[in-house]
């Protein structure tokens, strides 16, 4: 199945405080942009903070970027000011709200039932905003099943693993690497999980973020790992990250041209002309209906980025 909604590959972080940062995230190349009120701001900075991100997003600009707010998540006394605020104040240009530390359903209907509310209020399309539902604890990742199925408007399941490992008290400061007293990998368990939850409802699953900024080789490296498993981006926190992030969510040539191929070939031999085959031979290998859907997975990943075929399927004699 092939996750329903927008390009994610890199996720670009900017505080909501920083005007600055504001103005120079509109002309990044990442597929979405997420302006912060969270971790990123302080909480004295915090309204003002919710008024640059209201000005940001009506100033407008952001091309084809997914235009996203993260507020504060429902323990805090802030959540609820920060959606209205931000809703009432830019809700036609903004795309989604992502909510942190999401603990349970209610948290995200919620959300839901206030952006309706909102919606209603100011005669904008109902249902248009989505929710990006963060996971950064043990409460989230139990639920996170019934988290992703809480509302149609979600479209993605966000891993926070900074928050995540203080959470479950991983011994360790360095986001998202290996630790050597440990012989695996410590995130596999909680990525496989948020990936089957956000798969069972068909949604974006996006990891987090890498906070080494300058190291570029070491987010690549804890990158390839949740592409791997099929996340479908990651978040990113400073400009030399973006171009790695798209390169890696993206298939690369060789398996975007294989892809294509298998889909070529399998519609081919199906057909009448094609002797109306369902297990053929492609080169050395056996394809079927169930290569066509792996096919079908990585052949979308391509288009959805853009990228163009370097040969083309000729049935052998
Ligand atoms: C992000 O919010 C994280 O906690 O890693
Ligand atoms: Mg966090």
């Known amino acids: 199945m092939v996750a329903a909604g927008r390009p994610r590959r890199s996720c670009l972080a900017v505080p909501g405080s920083s005007l600055k940062m504001l103005d120079k995230a509109r002309g990044l190349p990442a597929d979405q942009v ?4 969270e971790d990123a701001v302080a909480p004295l900075a915090k309204p003002a903070a919710r008024k640059n991100v209201v000005a940001a997003l009506k100033e407008g600009g952001w091309g084809g970027k997914t235009r996203v707010v993260r507020v504060n998540d429902l323990t805090t006394p802030w959540t609820y000011r920060d959606v209205v605020e931000v809703v009432e104040g830019a809700g036609a240009g903004l795309d989604c709200v992502m909510l942190p530390k999401v603990q349970s359903a209610s948290h995200v209907e919620w959300l839901d039932l206030t952006l309706t509310q909102i919606e209603k ?120 990250q973006i171009e790695a992030a798209n390169e890696v969510y993206s298939p690369a040539q060789e398996d975007y041209d294989h892809a294509e191929l298998i889909l070529d070939a399998y519609e081919h031999y199906t057909s009448e002309a094609g002797g109306r085959r369902g297990a053929v031979m492609l080169g050395d290998e056996m394809i079927d209906e169930a290569s066509r859907k792996m096919a079908l997975v990585i052949a979308a990943k391509g288009r959805a980025a853009g990228m163009r075929r370097t040969s083309t399927f000729s049935p052998e004699g």
């Open 34 to 37: 997420f302006l912060d009120l």
């Open 121 to 240: 209020a100011l005669g904008l399309e109902v249902g248009r905003i989505g929710i990006e539902a963060q996971i950064e604890n043990a409460a989230g990742l139990v639920n996170v099943d019934a988290i992703a199925g809480a509302s149609p408007r979600v479209e993605t399941i966000i891993f926070g693993p900074a928050d995540f490992m203080a959470s479950i008290n991983m011994r360790s400061l360095a986001v998202g690497a290996l630790i050597p007293e440990y012989p695996g990998d410590p995130y596999h368990y909680i990525l496989m999980r948020l990936l089957m939850a956000a798969r069972m409802h068909d949604k974006q699953a996006i990891d987090g973020p890498f906070l080494q900024i300058r190291d570029v080789d070491g987010f690549r490296e804890v990158a390839r790992r949740s592409a791997a498993l099929g996340f479908d981006g990651k978040w990113v926190l400073h400009p030399g």
